[in-house]
């Protein structure tokens, strides 16, 4: 079974620019997540897909990060204007199916990370 | 905001030793405890996960929830140079199932 794919896995950028990160989940899982890590820290939760819906977004910067899960399978994470403070390891992960409450189905898998540098 | 903690370590051992991870959680309502380790570098891959009170054992690992408490640990027996990583706590939130992750505990296994 191939993993949660992503990329790219490296990007260097300015601040103000834009920069887009893509993520293939497990085929089948209906749950996506995105997350962005800094170093030093744990994941921290950005957006949540079932299928192509919102989960929860409470966390996404909303006013320069943007995704999207058209399809309900593959999903693009956007980042227009670039700070400096968005340097991080942005990790793409999936379950079979949050909904469920059984842990055998929202145990979620991990992307190997897309990380990006602001400068 | 619901919270998950963990002491940031580093927690050093000796090989052989039982390396006790500790995670504590605020929502009292969250129903599955999850265990990630991360090297360093690479990402978060599931240990275990746990959902019951009480102890869940998987070869070396042995993860304990304890709900009235708030609080779930893993235990790593006869621990090893290569369990040398970050340990990241995943605690999934009653209803409506969002994931919120601890800082993490590294974990040092010197020979």
């Known amino acids: 079974e191939a993993g949660v794919a992503q990329s790219p896995r490296y990007k260097i950028i300015e601040k103000r620019q834009s920069v887009a990160f893509w993520c293939n989940p497990i085929?089948?899982?209906?749950?996506l997540y995105w997350y962005q890590q800094i170093l030093g820290q744990g994941p921290k939760l950005l957006i949540q897909?079932?299928?192509?819906?919102?989960?929860?977004d409470s966390q996404l910067p909303k006013d320069r990060f943007s995704a999207e899960r058209l399809k309900g399978v593959d999903s693009t994470l956007k980042i227009q204007p670039a700070k400096l403070e968005d340097s991080a390891v942005y990790l793409c992960?999936?379950?079979?199916?949050?909904?469920?409450?059984?842990?055998?189905?929202?145990?979620?898998?991990f992307g190997p990370g897309t990380r990006l540098t602001v400068l | 905001q619901k919270e998950v903690e963990q002491n940031s370590g580093p927690l050093s051992v000796p090989e052989g030793a039982i390396a006790s991870l500790n995670c504590t959680y605020s929502d009292r309502g969250s129903q599955s405890f999850f265990w990630y380790r991360q090297y360093s570098g690479k990402s978060p891959e599931l240990i275990m996960f746990?959902?019951?009170?009480g102890d869940k054992e998987d070869g070396r690992f042995t993860a304990q929830l304890n709900k009235a408490s708030q609080y779930v640990s893993l235990l790593i027996r006869d621990s090893q140079p290569s369990d040398s990583a970050t340990y990241l706590c995943?605690?999934?939130?009653?209803?409506?199932?969002?994931?919120?992750f601890g800082r993490g505990t590294s974990l040092i296994v010197h020979p």
């Open positions: 992960a999936s379950s079979l199916d949050f909904t469920s409450g059984e842990t055998s189905t929202d145990t979620q898998y």
């Open positions: 995943a605690v999934l939130s009653g209803g409506s199932y969002i994931p919120t």
């Open positions: 085929s089948g899982h209906a749950t």
């Open positions: 746990i959902y019951s009170n």
């Open positions: 897909f079932q299928n192509n819906g919102v989960v929860d």
